[in-house]
């Protein structure tokens, strides 16, 4: 459906857990407070939102999370919303820890797109940056994932968070000499994979995080790669803008929500792992969807009203964000909560 600015709104995140096996610097260095269960949606009520979404219009769905893949039930879930009818495209994004595990389930359930977090190629700070991460593990669940995923035709994307390494890695006292952001563009030019740079948002422990500005980093590219040209083609259905490089296998993508806001285009809602349905990052507007799902009502009573919500909290939606005014910024939530 189109939101009062006439934007078309077709793509929902819905993040299933809130928990997470790693804990990354700038979303939840400390972990979080351990929600019960009961709190949190079950499977068949994600799909039940999911599926008053496709009536709405949603037709592509990211399940993220925490880290959706140490929900139980994550690949059946992924199936559940393969099934939904309206629901074109059903894909994840997860830092890659349990990807080696659950890679078959997920192809079997029928993913269409996974998306790797993956910020260093330096084991020493990957482990300082992810509270003690094993690169060897994402490394090692990314290649897999290429072999599997070529012949179906399956995008695997990286998302890295762009930040000052050098920096990164003096704050959490961690040698590294590497050259910074560039290291990961060795990823995309020996492996056909995007790699997708994104500005840190100033939502949770990112506020405590500088962002990386994306022009500057986009002049650095010109200057190395003069021959670097912008990639039309679409990779997908997201804010990022594309460039090739020549000799690289795959695309390098900016997602530069600061430096090159994109609300204009915005296409999204998000679902929180506790059901409430976001219209905007920075803000706190939206619904509780739980309240309806768990009021005791009858099946179609309840569709009916979270129709009714979700059609309001959709129309609505922000014209944009404010983060270059951190002060108006009224979503108080960690990244971990929000799902991304
Ligand atoms: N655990 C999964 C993962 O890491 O992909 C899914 C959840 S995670 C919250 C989703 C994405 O949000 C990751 O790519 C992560 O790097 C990114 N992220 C977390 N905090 C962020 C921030 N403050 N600004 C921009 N991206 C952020
Ligand atoms: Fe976990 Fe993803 Fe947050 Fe890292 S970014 S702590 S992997 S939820």
Known sequence: MKDHLGRTIDYMRISITDRCNLR???????????IPMTEILTLEEYRQVAACGAALGIRRIKVTGGEPLVRLGCCDFIRMLKEIPGIEKVTITTNGILLGKYLEELLQAGIDGINISLDTLDPRLYSALTGGGELKSVLSALTDTLRACKDRQIPVKINTVSMDLKQAALQLGCSYDGPGWQEMLELARRYPVDVRFIEMMPIGYGKLYGSADHQKILKQLKDRYPDMEEDHKVHGYGPAVYYRIPGFQGSIGLISALHGKFCHSCNRVRLTSQGYLKSCLCYEDGADLKKILQSGKGREE???????????????????????????????????????
């Open 24 to 34: 990354c610097r700038y979303c939840m260095p400390e972990g979080i407070d351990c």
């Open 302 to 340: 309840t569709e009916r009203e979270l129709l009714a919500v979700m059609r309001q909290v959709i129309g609505d939606k922000p014209g944009e964000h404010c983060f270059e005014h951190p002060e108006r910024i009224t979503e108080h939530e960690n990244m971990v909560k929000i799902g991304g």
